[in-house]
C-alpha cells in the first residue's frame, strides 16, 4: 500500500475509527462505573524448617524455600478452609472461598503471601487474616508430620481503594480495541472492494487517460439541474466539464474526419447520460456547434435532462420511409446545442442501430454540426454500445466512484477495443472534492470575490440572444420546437 492509498484511505474510514474509538472508551467507562468494586487484602507469612540448636546452615534455607513452595498449596486445600470459615464465622462455603483468596510464594523467598478478595474492604482484611491465621493452627497441630513452621510477618489491614474495576484503564482499553476493530473491518472492506477508487487507480489499472474527475452533485429536484455546466458557469464542476471538453478534443483528435463520440459505462447508474449532455453545453458555449444523439433506446433520458419532447426521435427515422432529419432535430434552451432524441422505444434496439439506415443518420449530423455526441445504453448490459461504436469516431467510459467495479471496467474496455475505435479515455463521477483536486480550485476562485455575479465567458447568459437568433456561424443550424 503506498502513501497516497493510505491517505484515501484513512480520509474515508477516519469517521468508522474515530467513532469506534469513542464508543469503545464511553462504553467501557460506563460499565466500569456500574461494576461492584472489589478489595484485596494481603497476609505475609514467613516459613522456617524446623531445626535444633546451632548455626543455620545454606542448606536449611534452601529446604526453608521449597517448604514455602509446598505449603503455598497446603493454604487453599479444604480442611484450611472448613476451619477458616468456622473459625472467622466468613459468610461462604469452601468452594466460594477458593475462588476468593489465592497464595503466592515469591521467588527466592520463604515467604508466603495469601491474598483475599471481596466487595468490602473489611471483609477482605478479614478473610486474608483469617485464612493466614487458621493455616497456621492447622500446620502446628500436623508438627510431627511436617518439617517447617509458619508465622504471620505482616496482617492484612483493609485496602483504602479497590483494586477493580478501573474505570480509566478500562476505558483506554476500551478505545484502543474499539478502534483496533475498526480498523480491521475496514482494512477487509478495502480488501475485498474492487470499485474504482479515484482516477489515478483507474488510470494505473486500465492504461486510459482520466478526461476529467467530476465530484458529487449536490441534491437536484429535476433532471434538468443536471445541467450543471450551464445552471451553475462558475462551479468546480462545469470546470472540470470544461477540462474534460478540451482534453477529449485532444485524445481523438476532433475536427472535419472525426466528430461523432460515443459515451457509455459498463453499468446503469453511473452518470453516462449527464456526463454527456454536460459535454454537449461546454462544447457548444466554446462555438461548436453540437448534437446530442439519444441512442439508449431502452431507457432514454436525455429528453428529460434538456426538456424536451420524446413523442419523436431517431426511432421516427430509422423507421420513416422517407427520413427527414431537419424536421425532427430540436433546438435546445443552450447555445449551439440541439438534441435528437429517442422517440418511441422499438421492440428491436440492436438491430435498428446497427442499420444501414442509422449509418445514413449519422453521415447526415455530421455534415450539420462540429460535435455529435451519442449516449449509449450501458456497454455490459446490452450489446447496443458495441454496435454504435464501430459506427463513432472515438469513445468515452464513464465510471463511478465507488460504484463501478474494476473489473466491470475492464471487461468494458476489452468489448469496446474489439470495435477498432480509439477509447479517448475515462470520466470518473461522484469522487470526493480533495481527491478531485476541486479544493485548490475553489480557494483560487474564492479570491474573485463575486463568483456568482461574475459569469464565466462562456456562460449562458451572455449570450442569451443566441435564443431568438442563430449563433455567429451557426445559420445552417436546423431548428425546431422547445418543450
Not at 172 to 183: M, S
Amino acid at each position: 500500500m503506498d502513501l497516497d492509498t493510505f491517505v484515501r484511505i484513512n480520509r474515508r474510514w477516519w469517521w468508522l475509527v474515530v467513532g469506534a474509538a469513542v464508543l469503545g472508551g464511553v462504553a467501557a467507562y460506563l460499565i466500569s462505573t456500574r461494576i461492584t468494586p472489589s478489595y484485596e487484602a494481603r497476609t505475609t507469612l514467613l516459613v522456617v524448617q524446623r531445626q535444633g540448636e546451632g548455626v543455620v546452615q545454606l542448606n536449611d534455607l534452601q529446604t526453608a524455600e521449597r517448604l514455602a513452595n509446598t505449603f503455598s498449596r497446603l493454604v487453599t486445600l479444604r480442611p484450611v478452609l472448613d476451619r477458616s470459615i468456622q473459625d472467622g464465622n466468613l459468610p461462604f462455603d469452601a468452594g466460594e472461598l477458593a475462588a476468593r483468596i489465592g497464595v503466592t510464594n515469591p521467588r527466592g523467598t520463604q515467604l508466603l503471601v495469601v491474598t483475599a478478595r471481596a466487595s468490602n474492604p473489611d471483609l477482605a482484611a478479614r478473610i486474608s487474616n483469617t485464612v493466614a491465621r487458621s493455616f497456621i493452627s492447622s500446620n502446628e497441630a500436623a508438627l510431627t508430620s511436617r518439617p517447617g513452621q509458619v508465622s504471620v510477618v505482616e496482617e492484612a489491614l483493609p485496602p483504602g481503594s479497590p483494586v477493580s474495576p478501573r474505570p480509566l484503564v478500562n476505558a483506554t482499553l476500551g478505545v484502543i480495541l474499539l478502534a483496533l476493530a475498526a480498523a480491521i473491518v475496514v482494512a477487509v472492506i478495502e480488501y475485498m472492494d474492487d470499485t474504482v477508487k479515484s482516477g489515478d487507480d483507474a488510470a494505473e489499472r486500465t492504461g486510459l487517460p482520466i478526461l476529467a474527475r467530476i465530484e458529487q452533485f449536490g441534491r437536484l429536484h429535476n433532471s434538468r439541474e443536471q445541467l450543471q455546466a450551464a445552471n451553475r458557469p462558475r462551479s468546480t464542476i462545469a470546470e472540470a466539464y470544461r477540462a474534460a471538453r478540451t482534453n477529449l478534443s485532444y485524445a481523438i483528435d476532433l475536427g472535419h474526419d472525426r466528430r461523432l463520440v460515443l459515451v457509455t459505462s459498463p453499468g446503469p447508474g453511473e452518470g453516462k447520460t449527464t456526463t454527456t449532455a454536460n459535454l454537449a453545453v461546454v462544447f457548444g458555449l466554446a462555438g461548436h456547434r453540437v448534437c446530442v444523439v439519444d441512442t439508449d433506446l431502452r431507457r432514454p433520458t436525455i429528453h428529460k435532462v434538456f426538456g424536451i419532447d420524446n413523442s419523436k426521435g431517431l426511432t421516427t427515422l430509422l423507421l420513416a420511409r422517407e427520413p427527414d432529419l431537419d424536421r425532427t432535430l430540436v433546438r435546445s434552451l443552450y447555445t449551439n446545442v440541439t438534441v435528437l432524441p429517442s422517440g418511441p422505444l422499438p421492440p428491436n434496439p440492436s438491430e435498428l442501430l446497427g442499420s444501414a439506415r442509422m449509418q445514413e443518420i449519422l453521415d447526415g449530423l455530421r455534415e450539420r454540426f462540429d460535435v455529435v455526441l451519442m449516449d449509449s445504453p450501458p456497454a455490459l448490459v446490452v450489446t447496443d454500445a458495441s454496435v454504435l461504436g464501430m459506427l463513432a469516431d472515438g469513445l468515452i467510459i464513464v465510471a463511478r466512484a465507488g460504484k463501478t467495479r474494476m473489473g466491470e471496467l475492464q471487461a468494458t474496455i476489452t468489448e469496446l477495443a474489439q470495435t477498432g475505435r480509439p477509447i479517448a479515455g475515462l470520466m470518473l463521477n461522484r469522487v470526493g472534492t480533495r481527491d478531485a483536486g476541486y479544493y485548490y480550485y475553489y480557494q483560487y476562485g474564492r479570491g474573485y470575490g463575486a463568483e456568482e455575479e461574475q459569469p464565466a465567458d462562456d456562460s449562458p447568459r451572455l449570450r442569451l440572444q443566441d435564443l431568438t437568433r442563430g449563433a455567429p456561424g451557426d445559420e445552417a443550424q436546423p431548428t425546431g420546437t422547445a418543450e
